[in-house]
């Protein structure tokens, strides 16, 4: 049956919203008013295309935190023997937002309707992304499904964990030159000139590091608008320059020569590769799709296109460690261990290996950026505020001994 979305009074007169499955709107109404409740309007979800634009665009679908909490519900609920249509059906009662109810009481109907799974979920790319559809496509085609939702809610929230890793390795010495950057902006906009007018009283010629900053100061205040704009227009000229592919890959091929930043970029990709390479090819996707899926993920062009030419060279009989390890750019540790996996025929093993391992070098190397970032920022604005002290107090030392 399909699944309607209504708006309807309750016999206070408050209004209430939800979702419900039925034969057609009328058969939807009724049942409404069995339950006491008088219908407003009631749409088609799965067939009301200006209903879906809003669900996808202004709700965007499952977050990746109730992308892994529905998987692991639905991996738990079918491991337990309760028939894939009730154990959907108990996960949408769970839930509160309205937005997933919906989507997920439109999976239901697809299931009832004869479609599989993997087939419902292709409704909402938004929220199931390919790699996503086609692990579950594996697993309806073993039989294996309540295993390879498992391996995916495992998968969803490794991959969770490591995008937390980046933004809480961003967070702190982004916080950090932002405070940095907006004390020394007061100084020279607020304090600066407040000592000048001080100075412009004494005929002396003032040290030129208070020349410096005077100038800086009066820069800053008398510009600030076309600064603004400069920065604006260079932001939107980076913006379109690395939309050309060439430069994307200069820029990209820059980025990971730069020491420990260009190895945290490599670790990261190579990271996310190894995390849908081996949830793929564990839950039985075959090894070229794997890996064609596996090198969507890489943000990194160079890398990508290593990836992608890897496909080529497997398909032609050449092995994936040795296809991968052409250009030196992923992990040699990893290269390593899917080539032991390759010579025993313990590939499956070996890629969950080289997963943990990615991952732990990636917050090894999250850590060492840290300790050298946090420190060189600190030291960075103690230097810019010392210098803009001294700009202001040699001047008034002169002045005193002028005095004296």
């Avoid at 227009?233 to 091929?253: N, T, W």
């Avoid at 020569?257 to 590769?273: C, D, V």
């Avoid at 799709?289 to 890398?303: G, R, T, Y």
């Amino acid at each position: 049956m399909p699944a309607f979305e209504y708006i309807a009074v309750d016999t206070d007169g408050s209004e209430v919203t939800g979702s419900l499955e039925g034969n057609n709107d009328r058969h939807v109404r009724s049942l409404l008013r069995e339950k006491e409740l008088f219908p407003i309007s009631v749409e088609e979800i799965n067939k009301n295309t200006g209903l879906q634009k809003k669900i996808s665009l202004s709700k965007s679908g499952f977050s990746g935190k109730e992308l892994a909490l529905f998987t692991r519900q639905l991996a738990t609920l079918i491991d337990s023997g309760i028939p894939l249509d009730e154990a959907i059906l108990s996960i949408h009662s769970q839930h509160k937002k309205q937005h997933l109810r919906n989507i997920i009481l439109d999976i239901h109907s697809k299931i009832m309707e004869g479609h599989t799974l993997s087939e419902g979920f292709s409704e909402y790319p938004e929220s199931f992304p390919i790699t996503y559809r086609t692990t579950i496509s594996a697993g309806e085609k073993s039989g294996d499904l309540g295993l390879i939702l498992s391996r995916l809610a495992n998968f969803i929230e490794s991959k969770n964990r490591l995008q937390q890793q980046i933004k809480g390795a961003l967070i702190y010495p982004a916080a950090l030159i932002i405070t940095s950057l907006l004390v020394i902006s007061f100084m020279l906009t607020y304090v600066v000139p407040k000592v000048v007018y001080i100075f412009a009283n004494f005929d002396q010629e003032l040290p030129l590091i208070t020349k410096i900053v005077i100038n800086c100061s009066e820069l800053i205040r008398n510009n600030y608008l076309i600064i603004f704009l400069a920065l604006f227009l260079l932001v939107i000229f980076f913006k379109s320059l690395i939309s050309r592919e060439h430069f994307r890959r200069k820029y990209h091929e820059l980025l990971i020569k730069i020491p420990i930043f260009g190895r945290l970029i490599t670790i990261s990709n190579s990271a996310r590769y190894m995390q849908t390479l081996s949830t793929l090819s564990g839950s039985g996707v075959p090894i070229l799709e794997a890996l064609k899926f596996s090198a969507e993920v890489l943000n990194n062009l160079p890398m990508k296109e290593v990836a992608l030419e890897a496909i080529n060279r497997v398909s032609e009989g050449e092995t994936i460690s040795k296809s991968l390890s052409s250009e030196n750019l992923f992990p040699s540790m990893m290269i390593y261990m899917i080539g032991s996996g390759e010579n025993t025929g313990k590939l499956e093993e070996m890629l969950d290996k080289a997963t943990t391992n990615q991952e732990e070098e990636f917050k090894s190397t999250v850590d060492t950026l840290l300790g050298i970032l946090q420190p060189l920022t600190v030291v960075f604005m103690a230097i810019i505020v010392l210098l803009i002290v001294l700009a202001i107090l040699l001047p008034i030392f002169e002045i005193n001994n002028l005095i004296a």
